[in-house]
């Protein structure tokens, strides 16, 4: 079988019980796997299918449907993602710490108190020498699992 494209997304559907009664079988993928239009994966029950997305397609998202059948549908699931969840104390230790994370070329995503988080946060995907430098410098942060909503991407650089 071969996806070529998203039909919608769990977590956007107008009504939340438009799908209730259907077996969901999931294609787990890890965060990296989102980003490729064109792969290959297996759904939790065995069956192989093809993903070729069209030039200009979004990442692929958890929740997103890729099939849907009688009383079946294919669905993406995204593996948790080991990252810093790092809420500095004010806008001063937030600058000083997004820039030398800057410096890094590290990616990160941003989230205000209305997120799942509850606070201000910067989102970063682990690092043993960001961690340190977290550590040294007495910035608060927690090191979770997490489900991210966009993934991350390696960052482009030139001088």
């Known amino acids: ?54 030039p200009g397609s979004g990442d692929l998202r958890d929740g997103d449907i890729l099939h849907l059948e009688a009383t079946n549908m294919i ?19 937030m600058g000083v710490t997004a820039h030398s994370l800057g410096n890094r070329h590290l990616q990160a995503q941003f989230f205000d108190s209305s997120s799942e988080y509850g606070a201000d946060v910067m989102v970063c995907a682990y690092d043993h020498t960001v961690e340190d430098y977290l550590r040294h410098n007495s910035v608060p942060y927690t090191r979770q699992e997490r489900v991210m909503p966009v993934p991350f991407r390696h960052a482009e650089h030139s001088h």
């Open 1 to 54: 079988m071969i996806i070529d494209k998203v039909l919608g997304n769990l977590h956007e559907l107008p009504d939340p019980d438009a799908y209730a009664g259907l077996h969901q079988e999931k294609v787990v993928l890890p965060s990296a796997q989102l980003v490729k239009r064109i792969q290959r994966a297996t759904t939790d029950h065995g069956k192989e299918i093809g993903i070729r997305l069209p």
């Open 75 to 93: 669905v993406v699931s995204v593996l948790p993602t080991d990252v810093l969840v790092i809420a500095p104390r004010s806008i001063h230790e």
